[in-house]
């Protein structure tokens, strides 16, 4: 039995079983056979293309684990190209090599580099399985005293550079700063800028944006382009674009991508967005007049934009709650960025409205955002059982003719609603 019919054979297996009866297949790795078989089934629905070649080779389980998908990846491929003409793209920390794939088909030339030489020449194995043959691979530590990967690099001229730090410590711990992550891309700045005019970094949709847009702008780099991009209801990553500082401060734009739905939003004199303040509703006899709820979805509301989408005709519940109210259904343009409900009944918060809720609408979800409560204590107080069609919000509320400079009064109410 070859090693592939092995893995297919036993694509549903147990695979801890399998490590225990390694003597029944001594012509089989069975180290390396129970990784392919645990990778493929991670990769399955999000690399179909990948699951699709049973001959792709997996170095280890991480990588299989932190690689995109192929959605995004395609997304990042055709922006690069969009941003840099599509002549030649370096990715600097390779991984897997599904980035560089999807890159392959937009850029004439490819530049893979990848520290781990396994995984290098796992790359190398996959991308001939995959028929492309337009990518280079280079073994060089992504540092700034590397002097064999920055010649390398002036050699092979890119026209723009990709970058997807490790967001783990040595040690193995989570971290979220940009420049807590490895490679360090605040430190790499000069280097990268001195070999290309363009730089693309994806980073973890636990960025804080704000904040790693200021780190670039205090190192020498100007943020022209954030991209925030969902899929199957998730934010799975933020890309960030950006081009070597020319001393005047820019205003950014903010792209949100969720499932095939594009809206982007320019700031500066000539952008799109009027004003950034919160359209709050006047008084409560408004909000009692609104037929529908919008909640915004996972990309738009990591893009921060949650007073801008005002500009779609809709109302922001609070100035801290972001949630939205509309007359009429939300329109297309925002529609397609988050979840639509039909409003049922608006009351008070109070403990005799959490009972009379809890009889009425006995299944349904439910969101606390901004009052004195989580979720969880909302739901057990009501008694609701999850699911259904219903929803139910406890939301704290702003009022416009409510509002004292530096004092903002507000007062908090259950909202059911059904999903459409």
């Given at each position: 039995?070859?090693f592939?019919?092995?893995?297919?054979?036993?694509?549903?297996?147990?695979?801890?079983?399998?490590l225990?009866?390694k003597?029944?297949?001594p012509?089989?790795?069975?180290?390396?056979a129970?990784?392919?078989?645990?990778c493929?089934?991670?990769i399955?629905s999000k690399?179909?293309?990948?699951h699709?070649?049973?001959?792709?080779?997996?170095?280890?389980?991480?990588?299989?684990?932190?690689c995109?998908?192929?959605?995004t990846?395609?997304y990042k491929?055709?922006l690069?190209?969009?941003?840099?003409?599509?002549?030649?793209?370096?990715?600097?920390?390779?991984?897997?090599?599904?980035?560089?794939?999807?890159?392959?088909?937009h850029?004439?030339?490819?530049?893979?580099?990848?520290m781990?030489?396994?995984?290098?020449?796992?790359?190398?194995h996959n991308?001939?399985?995959?028929?492309?043959?337009?990518?280079?691979?280079?073994t060089?530590?992504?540092?700034?005293?590397?002097?064999a990967?920055?010649?390398r690099?002036?050699?092979?001229?890119?026209?723009i550079?990709y970058?997807?730090?490790?967001?783990?410590?040595?040690?193995?711990?989570?971290?979220?700063?940009?420049?807590?992550?490895?490679?360090?891309?605040?430190?790499?700045l000069?280097?990268?800028?001195s070999?290309?005019?363009n730089?693309?970094?994806?980073?973890?949709?636990?960025?804080d944006?704000?904040?790693?847009?200021?780190?670039?702008?205090?190192?020498?780099?100007?943020?022209?382009?954030?991209h925030?991009?969902?899929?199957?209801?998730?934010?799975?990553?933020v890309l960030?674009?950006?081009?070597k500082?020319?001393?005047?401060?820019?205003?950014?734009?903010?792209?949100v991508?969720?499932?095939?739905?594009?809206m982007?939003?320019?700031?500066?004199?000539?952008?799109?967005?009027?004003?950034n303040?919160?359209?709050l509703?006047h008084?409560?006899?408004?909000?009692?007049?609104?037929?529908y709820?919008?909640e915004p979805?996972k990309?738009?509301?990591?893009s921060?934009?949650?007073n801008?989408?005002?500009?779609?005709?809709?109302r922001?519940?609070?100035?801290?709650?972001?949630?939205?109210?509309?007359?009429?259904?939300?329109?297309?343009?925002i529609?397609?960025?988050?979840?639509?409900?039909?409003i049922?009944?608006?009351?008070?918060?109070?403990?005799k409205?959490?009972?009379?809720?809890?009889?009425?609408?006995?299944?349904?979800?439910?969101?606390?955002r901004?009052i004195p409560?989580?979720?969880?204590?909302?739901?057990?107080r009501t008694?609701?059982r999850?699911?259904?069609?219903?929803?139910?919000?406890?939301?704290r509320?702003?009022f416009?003719e409510?509002?004292?400079p530096g004092?903002?009064?507000?007062e908090?109410?259950?909202v059911?609603a059904?999903r459409l």
């Amino acid at each position: 039995m070859t090693f592939k019919e092995f893995i297919l054979e036993h694509a549903s297996d147990d695979t801890s079983r399998l490590l225990f009866a390694k003597g029944r297949w001594p012509e089989i790795d069975m180290e390396q056979a129970v990784t392919a078989i645990e990778c493929r089934r991670k990769i399955r629905s999000k690399l179909p293309r990948w699951h699709s070649e049973p001959d792709i080779f997996y170095p280890d389980r991480l990588c299989a684990e932190q690689c995109s998908s192929e959605e995004t990846a395609g997304y990042k491929a055709r922006l690069a190209a969009e941003i840099s003409g599509g002549g030649r793209i370096a990715d600097l920390t390779g991984g897997l090599g599904v980035d560089c794939s999807a890159f392959a088909a937009h850029f004439k030339k490819v530049l893979y580099n990848e520290m781990d030489s396994s995984r290098a020449e796992a790359a190398r194995h996959n991308f001939k399985v995959l028929g492309l043959d337009n990518i280079e691979i280079e073994t060089f530590c992504a540092s700034k005293d590397e002097t064999a990967l920055w010649a390398r690099l002036k050699e092979f001229s890119p026209d723009i550079i990709y970058i997807d730090p490790a967001r783990r410590s040595a040690e193995g711990s989570k971290v979220f700063l940009i420049e807590e992550c490895s490679p360090d891309v605040l430190g790499l700045l000069p280097q990268i800028f001195s070999c290309s005019k363009n730089l693309m970094i994806k980073l973890s949709p636990m960025a804080d944006i704000t904040m790693v847009s200021g780190r670039l702008e205090a190192n020498g780099a100007d943020v022209i382009e954030v991209h925030c991009i969902a899929s199957s209801g998730e934010c799975k990553e933020v890309l960030v674009l950006a081009v070597k500082s020319d001393g005047c401060h820019k205003e950014h734009s903010t792209v949100v991508y969720d499932n095939g739905n594009t809206m982007r939003f320019n700031r500066g004199n000539d952008g799109n967005i009027p004003d950034n303040s919160p359209s709050l509703m006047h008084n409560i006899d408004e909000a009692y007049g609104m037929r529908y709820l919008f909640e915004p979805g996972k990309a738009l509301a990591k893009s921060g934009l949650f007073n801008e989408i005002c500009c779609f005709g809709i109302r922001k519940a609070g100035i801290h709650t972001h949630i939205y109210f509309s007359p009429e259904m939300p329109s297309g343009d925002i529609a397609g960025f988050g979840k639509t409900f039909a409003i049922k009944q608006i009351l008070p918060l109070s403990k005799k409205t959490i009972k009379s809720v809890g009889a009425q609408w006995p299944e349904c979800d439910v969101t606390s955002r901004n009052i004195p409560m989580t979720s969880d204590e909302l739901r057990k107080r009501t008694g609701c059982r999850s699911g259904g069609k219903f929803h139910l919000f406890g939301l704290r509320m702003d009022f416009a003719e409510k509002q004292n400079p530096g004092k903002p009064r507000g007062e908090n109410y259950l909202v059911v609603a059904e999903r459409l």
